[in-house]
């Protein structure tokens, strides 16, 4: 089953909306880079991550035209672990995550969706089969919002099918926050899932004293109430702010998220498999949560997430994120009653509109 071809391109992909939050401010776009595998007997495996803001997006295409090409064009397919090795360590000397792992992301998603297809088989029953239906919340990207914007789209959310949702903090202002979020619980009632996400706006103390005053809203978790590379102060902020915290999206290794769950006390560890090398570090991460007991939840491309939960026994949320790519996918994620619904297509069951992507594309 060796690979014949891969094919890379870079699309910006302009936002419905402008939407914020407390640290990328107003986001208009985001870079989507799509990787296509062909094997020998002509199948096609289709991969892809994102960039927030079109940051990077170049550097991604770049990475993965010059050297993951080489990693994986004339090996066998079906030896995803090797490839993913050989391409961590054609990295290694600039990466060790970073965008190292979003190029290598769009590579072993195309992988795995070329497994799928060679098994006829879906990714979610392909990687373990545990429940093709997943709790769904809403990702909202709303910090800008104002108050009644921010429930008009909570009942939005509602309308269209969702039973969790989650919200942005980490206003100028703390005391909104708080209002915001007790306005949000009060809209919802008091067994509605509500989560909170601060995108690493606080300093440890601020992170801690947020935490106390959201307490009142019965949030499910709080996320990122910090920078990532402070693994003690998310410790503290769990312990002292008495808030289960989630965080995982800023991390891009494997080795990252053994830090974080063993020494940060995330109460749900957030792997993005499009920002942490794709399918197969995004396993062991879920892996090494189920050791610890704890859930693991995503973040962003819920399209593939979908079957990654529905894959494993400690699912927690699936993530609809703000950039859903709706509008370029043939059969883009159903929900019903709060809960989405992995597709039995073989692999991840993703066919992009490439003709509708055409206008978007870059270089
Ligand atoms: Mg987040």
Redesign the pocket.
């Known amino acids: 089953m060796k690979i014949q071809d891969l094919q890379v391109d870079h699309y910006r992909i302009p936002l419905p909306v402008v939407l914020s939050d407390s640290t990328h401010g107003d986001i208009s776009h985001f870079a989507l880079v799509v990787v296509r595998l062909r094997d020998a007997e002509g199948r096609e495996g289709t991969g892809y991550t994102y960039t927030v803001g079109n940051i990077g997006g170049s550097a991604v295409r770049a990475l993965i035209d010059d050297d993951l090409r080489e990693a994986v064009v004339g090996e066998d397919s079906r030896r995803i672990e090797r490839l993913w090795e050989r391409m961590w360590w054609r990295l290694h000397f600039v990466g060790r995550g970073g965008l190292a792992s979003f190029a290598m992301a769009a590579v072993d998603v195309a992988l795995w969706d070329l497994a799928g297809k060679r098994a006829g088989e879906p990714l979610w029953r392909l990687l373990g089969g545990h429940d093709n239906r997943v709790r769904a919340y809403a990702g909202g990207i709303d910090l800008q919002f104002p108050l009644e914007q921010l429930l008009e789209q909570a009942r939005g959310f509602v309308a269209g099918g969702f039973r969790a949702i989650k919200m942005k903090v980490g206003r100028d202002r703390m005391r909104e926050d708080l209002e915001r979020a007790l306005a949000m619980r009060e809209l919802l009632g008091p067994d509605f899932p509500l989560m909170a996400?601060a995108?690493m706006r606080w300093s440890v103390a601020d992170a801690i004293r947020a935490a106390r005053g959201l307490r009142e809203a019965d949030l499910v978790w709080l996320?990122?109430p910090v920078i990532p590379d402070d693994v003690a102060g998310h410790a503290r902020v769990a312990v002292e702010g008495g808030v289960p915290i989630a965080a995982g999206?800023n991390l891009h290794s494997v080795h990252e998220f053994e830090h974080l769950i063993t020494h940060g006390r995330v109460a749900f560890p957030e792997p993005d498999l499009a920002t942490l090398g794709g399918v197969t570090p995004w396993l062991k991460v879920a892996r090494l949560a189920e050791a610890r007991n704890l859930p693991v939840t995503s973040?962003g491309v819920h399209d593939l997430h979908v079957h990654l939960l529905a894959a494993v026994p400690n699912a927690s949320f699936l993530e609809v994120h703000g950039f859903g790519l709706d509008r370029f996918i043939r059969q883009p994620l159903a929900l019903h009653e709060g809960l989405a619904v992995a597709p039995d297509r073989p692999g991840h069951g993703v066919e992009l509109e490439y003709e509708a992507l055409a206008e978007h594309r870059q270089g």
């Open positions: 996400d995108n996320e990122e999206e973040h």
